[in-house]
């Protein structure tokens, strides 16, 4: 469940707790009670009390604000969405009879409840899965994974920051690199992702026979997997951010950096608040021309001698 930048689960979750204890209460007591129905053939209209018009203006009023409340907390449309959906319209756009209509306030606003609590109980299930990440976590991208030294041999305790460190590699980027080691267009790409490719495949089996693996300086390493049912975004890029943004909101007040040098995924990051950083440039590799000792020519490459004065327009 993806929230929005600067939200976090736990407050989330304290969010969803006043909304059920609060205005969906105070909205299901209004509610009033009338006796099933038993006169066939009386207009509905004339069973239909003040009271009842008062809830629906409430329950409408209520589904209104709390939807704008819910997308200031969550980034998946679906949750504000749930309070004016197809239920929505039956209550409020079906004939006014008083017993039906009541009933069907208590059965949506029973339903909402559950909703949001099973929402409270996910988001709660996602802290305690990530509790054991330590206090810096370090996302890596595939540009991170190709053109830097193998992640295995970069002491991370002391990169990036310093001390005991979580490296986590998102699933789609696992899968990125495994698409890489074939389908690159270059040749030297591909044997480095095939590289990768098996330094994860260690990883991989670490984790699925002994719950954890660790790099020689300590680091733990984590794959970020999907949960089932995870819908990714359409680029890599994007879905990356994205968990690495999902994983800040579980683990805070831990830090997580997002560690590349590609500039559109700092940017991305950025969108979502989250700070980003690369290893010094001794763990690049030299032949792909990045790093400080390669600034003035790159720079060079697109600068061109203007001659003073003379007509700009």
């Not at 209104?64 to 998946?76: I, M, P």
């Not at 699925?208 to 970020?224: A, K, N, W």
């Not at 989250?274 to 697109?302: C, M, Q, T, V």
Request: glycine residues 8%; negative net charge.
């Amino acid at each position: 469940m993806l929230l929005r930048p600067g939200v976090t689960c736990e407050k989330a979750i304290r969010f969803l707790d006043d909304l059920v204890q609060g205005g969906l209460n105070d909205v299901r007591n209004s509610v009033p009670n009338f006796a099933q129905p038993m006169l066939a053939g009386v207009e509905p209209s004339k069973l239909a009390g003040p009271d009842l018009v008062v809830t629906l203006r409430q329950y409408t009023e209520w589904t209104a604000t709390t939807a704008r409340q819910l997308a200031d907390v969550f980034a998946d449309p679906a949750v504000p969405a749930r309070l004016r959906g197809e239920h929505y319209s039956h209550i409020v756009h079906s004939p006014l009879t008083p017993y039906r209509t009541a009933l069907l306030l208590h059965w949506e606003l029973d339903e909402l409840a559950t909703y949001f609590m099973e929402l409270q109980n996910q988001m709660r299930q996602t802290v305690e899965e990530y509790r054991s990440y330590r206090q810096r976590v370090l996302v890596v991208d595939a540009n991170t994974l190709l053109h830097c030294q193998r992640f295995d041999k970069i002491p991370w305790s002391r990169v990036c920051g310093k001390g005991p460190a979580t490296l986590v590699i998102p699933h789609v980027v696992v899968e990125e690199i495994d698409t890489k080691s074939y389908s690159e267009g270059s040749e030297k790409i591909r044997k480095r992702a095939r590289g990768v490719y098996e330094l994860l495949g260690d990883v991989l089996k670490g984790l699925s026979t002994e719950g954890r693996f660790e790099l020689h300086d300590g680091t733990e390493v984590q794959v970020l997997r999907d949960e089932l049912g995870h819908r990714r975004l359409p680029n890599n890029d994007d879905e990356a951010v994205a968990r690495a943004a999902h994983l800040q909101q579980a683990i805070a007040p831990r830090q997580i950096s997002v560690i590349t040098r590609d500039n559109g995924m700092r940017g991305k990051a950025m969108t979502w608040c989250l700070p980003w950083g690369f290893p010094p440039d001794k763990y690049l590799i030299p032949e792909d021309g990045f790093g400080a000792k390669h600034r003035e020519a790159n720079l060079a490459s697109i600068s061109v001698d203007v001659p003073e004065g003379g007509d700009d327009t």
